[in-house]
């Protein structure tokens, strides 16, 4: 089967790969493909697009990166071994792990969507912590690759987490890498750049809040969106794959917009429309209730049941309502 999560074997470069010279190979990186497992997952058609590389040229590289990575079709029984390599990270609520199946999975994109306010980015925050914890309590003994594209990412808040879980927060800021978004585009580029992070940082998790406010705030308009769409498709698309080749969760902050096609329950729905929808493994939608309290929701979900549980905000991040 595919042996793509290795992190002990040789890591070979583009150049590494027949019929790759220096020239290639920078247009490949220009592109944001950064590495041979980025160019064997990337569909032929989209290396045409983004690369300019003939039809041609495309396909052959591409078929030889999956060669050269053994890369090849997987039976059922594989794919079911697969499945067992998935990892889960907890949340710091047993609550909310338990309605996502035992934590945050591997190899999938989990969308926390909600309100402002509603504890969004305090999830993230957490997870930076938590995903630091070995694997006995939950963790993934690694490091972590928070993009801010909101710019509320604190230090002051890992502390005080890091802290009230009996950590010693110098410790567990070292391990946390945030890369600032300044605007869609750049955004796009750090995502096309997580997959070599994360090989050279030994990254465990990544972090997008949010994954769409640049997007809505830069693209307004009816005539716009199809091309907002598009860029955001293919954003989550690398992500995705990132997620898959090194067996790591992703987690997405989403954001919730007027739906006036309702008129009876929740009035809004989740940003970023059916690619967003698509593209995420879980979804979880968050409410506020009384105080610190949040009820949580698994939406459209393929294999999870559609369940709701309590958390609450606390000095530990986030945690189970005691
Ligand atoms: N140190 C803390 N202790 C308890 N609650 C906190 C703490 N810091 C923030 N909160 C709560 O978290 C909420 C904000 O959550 P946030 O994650 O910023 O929302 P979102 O990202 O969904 O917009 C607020 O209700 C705030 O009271
Ligand atoms: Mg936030």
Do not use: W
């Not at 630091?132 to 690759?145: A, I, K, M, T, Y």
């Amino acid at each position: 089967m595919a042996e793509t999560t290795g992190t002990t074997e040789t890591i070979k470069g583009l150049e590494d790969l027949p019929g790759i010279g220096p020239v290639t190979a920078q247009k490949l990186r220009l592109a944001g493909y950064n590495t041979l497992e980025a160019l064997a997952l990337a569909p032929s058609r989209e290396l045409v697009d983004t690369v300019g590389l003939s039809e041609e040229k495309a396909i052959s590289l591409s078929l030889k990166a999956r060669e050269m990575l053994d890369i090849k079709f997987q039976t059922a029984e594989e794919l079911l071994i697969q499945r067992k390599e998935i990892t889960r990270l907890t949340t710091g609520s047993k609550a909310l792990d338990e309605i996502l199946g035992g934590g945050v999975e591997s190899r999938g994109i989990l969308e926390l969507i909600g309100e402002f306010g509603v504890g969004k980015t305090q999830i993230c925050l957490t997870l930076c912590v938590t995903v630091q914890f070995p694997p006995e309590s939950g963790g993934l003994d690694g490091r972590v690759l928070y993009i801010d594209a909101e710019g509320t990412f604190r230090p002051e808040r890992i502390v005080e987490i890091s802290r009230n879980h009996g950590l010693e927060p110098v410790d567990i800021l070292k391990n946390i890498v945030v890369a600032r978004a300044f605007n869609s585009d750049h955004q796009i580029l750090i995502g096309e750049k997580t997959d070599e992070l994360v090989k050279t940082e030994n990254l465990k998790l990544v972090i997008v809040d949010s994954i769409i406010s640049h997007f809505r705030a830069e693209y307004i308009g009816r005539g716009t969106l199809a091309n907002r769409q598009q860029k955001l498709n293919r954003h989550l698309h690398r992500l995705l794959r990132t997620a898959e080749i090194h067996n790591i969760p992703v987690v997405v902050t989403n954001q919730v917009v007027a739906s006036p096609a309702m008129f009876f329950g929740p009035s809004n729905k989740p940003a970023g429309g059916h690619i967003m929808a698509h593209l995420s493994t879980n979804r979880v939608f968050i409410r506020k209730s009384k105080k610190s309290r949040r009820i949580a929701k698994i939406i459209d979900s393929s294999y999870l049941p559609e369940a709701e549980c309590v958390f609450m905000i606390s000095d530990k991040g986030i945690e189970d309502v005691s």
